[in-house]
């Protein structure tokens, strides 16, 4: 099989979804940022954001975040929220890319907000994991920054749980961004050797 050399305009060849819900301070209200630029290991989640976010001042104030992570059926609610901003006055690269102010993204969204236990950004009903986090780090990088956060508590949907409570993987269908298109899982293929610790 040949490989080509091409340019890419975007690497996005396979990543989770998820929705970032920060607090503004200024306006005294939550704002909802949709990412696919996130990882976790252990009780860690690394989270990249464009530096002259609404989120990204947020998260530099208040330093508490909630990471709602969206199953399959979301992902219309979520493109609804994908070109608005946070942000009254608009960048100009967001206007060029048909970016506009939404002063309440879960009105948008139709998302529903529920209160957080930890930090005071509003969790979203709709999503079947919530992961409330506490900013530990942040590191600059020209346009944009790496956010590293720590774990304050999980809330996972009990349908997608298993008796033991863990999840149900049969029932848990997380959305993917791949090249700009949404995505979910297809069919089992295997299982790591670790699958039964989770």
């Given amino acids: 099989m040949a490989h080509q050399q091409i340019q890419l305009n975007s690497l996005y060849y396979g990543f989770p979804v998820a929705l970032l819900s920060s607090w503004d301070q200024v306006k005294q209200r939550t704002n909802i940022t949709p990412i696919s630029s996130v990882w ?3 009780d860690q989640v690394v989270i990249g954001l464009g530096s002259n976010s609404q989120a990204f001042q947020n998260l530099t104030l208040t330093r508490g975040a909630v990471l709602n992570i969206p ?3 979301l992902w219309q609610q979520i493109e609804k929220i994908a070109n608005t901003t946070g942000k009254q006055h608009v960048p100009d690269y967001k206007k060029a890319r048909g970016y506009s ?3 309440d993204k879960f009105q948008l969204g139709s998302f529903t907000r529920e209160t957080a236990k930890f930090v ?3 969790k ?3 999503c079947p994991i919530q992961v409330e986090l506490a ?3 942040i590191t600059l990088r ?3 920054a790496i956010i590293e956060a720590e774990i304050l508590a999980s809330f996972v949907e009990q349908d997608i749980l298993k008796a033991n ?3 149900n993987n049969q029932k848990w269908h997380p959305l993917f961004y791949k090249f700009r298109e949404y995505r979910s899982d297809g069919n089992s293929l295997g299982f790591n050797f670790r699958y039964q610790e989770d």
């Fill in 165 to 167: 409570k863990k999840i």
């Fill in 135 to 137: 900013v530990k780090d």
């Fill in 142 to 144: 020209s346009n944009f």
């Fill in 71 to 73: 199953n399959q059926n």
């Fill in 40 to 42: 976790s290991l252990e």
């Fill in 120 to 122: 005071k950004a509003e």
């Fill in 124 to 126: 979203i009903k709709e």
């Fill in 101 to 103: 102010y939404c002063p």
